[in-house]
Every structure is written in C-alpha cells, then in structure tokens.
C-alpha cells in the first residue's frame, strides 16, 4: 500500500536498500553521519536529540520503528503512539537530513532467525526485572539499524539509562564501529519527564506525576546534606504510595555499572513507578559523597 508520507519534503527512506543509497555519497564524501533512533510520537525530548546530532555530525538521520520484538504480550505495543505524518513536520523544524521507516516486514522479514541476548548492565535487576524480553529486543533492533545505517554517531535520551548502558555495552562488545551518545533528559516545565506514554495519563493523574521528580530530588539533596541512601529512599517511597504510585523500583546504582553504589563513586538514582495504567521511568545524576558527607568538587 502506498504511503503518503513518502511525499513529505523529507526524505523517507523505506527500505534497507533506500538508506543505504541515502547514506552512501555521504559516507563517500567524508562527512560524519548520526543516527538517532526513534519510535515515534515525538517531543521536544526526541527533538533537542537531533540538534545534539546536528551539532555532532555534518548528517543526520532519524529512524522511527515501532519494534514489537521489546513488547511482551501484556505491554502496550498495539496501542503505542503512532502518529508519522506529525513526526515528519516536527522533524522539519529541526533540519534533518533522512528518515528511515521501515515496517515489520522490513526489519524482521520472513525466516527471521536471529537475536541478540544481553547480560550484564541489561541484567541488573531493574527493567529487565519488570520487562525480561525488553533489553534482547532492544539489542537486536538497535543492532540492525546501526548496521543499516552504519552511522558514526549513535544517539539515545538519558532518560532510559539503563537502555542507554546496554547499548554502548552492545556497541562495545560486537566492535561496532559508532559511538554512542547519551543526551539529556528533557522535562516539561513541573519536572515531569518527556515520554511517548505521557499521553496515557489522565488529568488528574497528569497533576500527580511531578511528585515522581520531587521525590527524586528530595533524595539527591538528602544526599548531599549527609542523610543515608537507605532512608532517604524509605521515606520516598513511603510519600510516592500515599501519593498514589505504585512502586517497580527506587534505588540508587553505581553510574557506570549499574552496580552497587559507593559514595565515591558517580551515583544514578533510577525509579520506575505505575500511575494509574501509565508506567513512568526516570532517573537523576547524583554527586559523589565524600566520606565526611560532603559533595566532591
């Protein structure tokens, strides 16, 4: 069946055939290729990722793909935001230079045989705990638009952190030769993370949903006025379900293992909360600490 976005003033690459052709005479030319990989209905989060790339690269491509093989049966894949054709006008606002949107035939044609499984940042017990299929799907698909692509710069949102480690862990491990580049986490004015699935709040529990962040933020400043992890996250906890969320995680990682946090170290508080039917994923940096309770410089 046709598709009418392919008429849009961007150019939209359908196939893997079309984006490599896309890329070739830039490759060819020397110039510096970024990818940043998408699932659609796009925000200001999704967009301040492609100025990222624009400032890194002379091109820069968006894919958007909708990858099923990261949903398990219970999850949301069907009813996930879908919405190409404004995609492609906020795209324009920004100045990209091709986007790829392949279907499921395309990415996974028939007789497709193949995935990726991850371990290590990918089973540190905090989506994967929730989502036990996520991480090898996300691994495969990324897998196989960096090979379509061959970008020499690869960007993802901080806000999925633990998506971010596993895939420079992939990158890493299969001598893929792009850099992957973690941007920062964009957030509405009250401090709610940017995400897709914000759309599936409702409004009262759109007023609700700061406090995720607020809880966050009350943690990082305990911290830093010497409180310990352990009842600085209790107490957070304690507000969040009296607040009405329902609690998958909050814990405080190592930044680069995702292991066990030592206050010398880089910290990542990492939360993941259901509000109403809308799961919510965020994270914040916190400071090292030193032994006397005060921050490093």
């Not at 958007?64 to 049966?73: G, L």
């Not at 599936?200 to 933020?217: D, F, H, I, K, T």
């Amino acid at each position: 069946m046709f598709d009418p976005a392919l008429l849009h003033p961007i150019l939209c690459c359908p196939t893997v055939d079309a984006i490599r052709a896309c890329v070739a005479p830039w490759r060819q030319a020397g110039e510096r290729i970024a990818l940043v990989p998408t699932m659609g209905a796009l925000h200001e989060g999704h967009l301040s990722l492609v100025r990222q790339a624009r400032r890194k690269a002379e091109r820069v491509v968006v894919s958007i793909f909708v990858n099923p093989t990261q949903f398990a049966p219970s999850e949301d894949f069907s009813s996930y935001p879908r919405q190409l054709q404004r995609d492609l006008d906020l795209l324009a606002t920004v100045g990209i230079d091709a986007v790829f949107i392949p279907d499921a035939g395309v990415m996974y044609p028939a007789g497709f045989a193949t995935t990726i499984s991850m371990s290590g940042p990918a089973a540190a017990g905090l989506e994967d705990a929730s989502r036990p299929v996520f991480f090898n799907g996300v691994a495969t698909v990324v897998a196989k638009l960096l090979i379509q692509v061959a970008p020499d710069l690869a960007i993802f949102g901080e806000k999925d952190f633990q998506q971010l480690a596993v895939l420079k862990q992939l990158v890493l491990d299969l001598d893929l030769p792009v850099m992957v580049q973690g941007g920062p986490t964009m957030r509405e004015a009250d401090g709610l993370a940017m995400s897709s699935r914000n759309v599936y709040l409702s409004a009262s529990e759109r007023a609700l949903a700061p406090g995720l962040s607020q809880a966050m933020q009350a943690v990082k400043t305990g911290l830093a006025a010497g409180g310990t992890a352990q009842a600085l996250i209790r107490t957070a906890e304690t507000e969040l379900e009296q607040a009405g969320f329902r609690i998958d995680y909050l814990v405080l990682r190592d930044a680069t293992t995702l292991g066990e946090w030592h206050s010398h170290s880089e910290g990542r508080l990492l939360v993941a909360v259901w509000l109403g039917k809308t799961r919510l994923i965020d994270n914040i940096a916190i400071d090292p600490v030193d032994p006397d309770g005060q921050i490093k410089e």
